[in-house]
């Protein structure tokens, strides 16, 4: 799956204007997680089509950059402790990971969680994660 990360001024409308040109170019937001960083603010989408989310938000004036990274997708049992015991795999493995969020529950017994590893790890994170390509 892929995420599409955007940086934009920290400014408020420049989450409506993302999420308006994305729906006008019919493009469905399946997950988002948003943050301030100093004057800026970064937001990380994940959508089933990347290419036109991109196309989209490339013509948003203000947009500092938009880039398109692989995302894991990891199903984990929801209850107390799984995120420790996922991310622990990751830390005995060395990876280093750029952003982790929940994408969703599946059903009262599982959650999927985003891992976007730094992409030069993303080899590691797959293997210590027993995900095959």
């Given amino acids: 799956m892929k995420e599409i990360t955007v940086v934009v001024e920290n400014r408020i409308g420049n989450l409506a204007n993302i999420a308006e040109a994305l729906g006008g170019a019919g493009v469905n937001i399946e997950a988002i997680a948003a943050y301030g960083h100093g004057t800026n603010a970064v937001f990380r989408l ?15 004036p203000g947009i500092q950059g ?61 293997d210590a994660l027993g995900i095959k390509d």
């Fill in 46 to 60: 994940v959508t089933r089509d990347p290419t036109s989310a991109k196309k989209a938000l490339d013509k948003i």
């Fill in 66 to 126: 938009t880039t398109v990274s692989d995302i894991l997708v990891v199903k984990m049992p929801n209850r107390p402790g799984e995120l420790g015991k996922l991310t622990r795999k990751l830390s005995n493995r060395k990876v280093d990971l750029e952003s982790v969020y929940i994408l969703g529950k599946t059903d009262e017994a599982f959650t999927e969680v985003a891992v976007k590893p730094v992409e030069a790890h993303l080899p590691l994170a797959k």
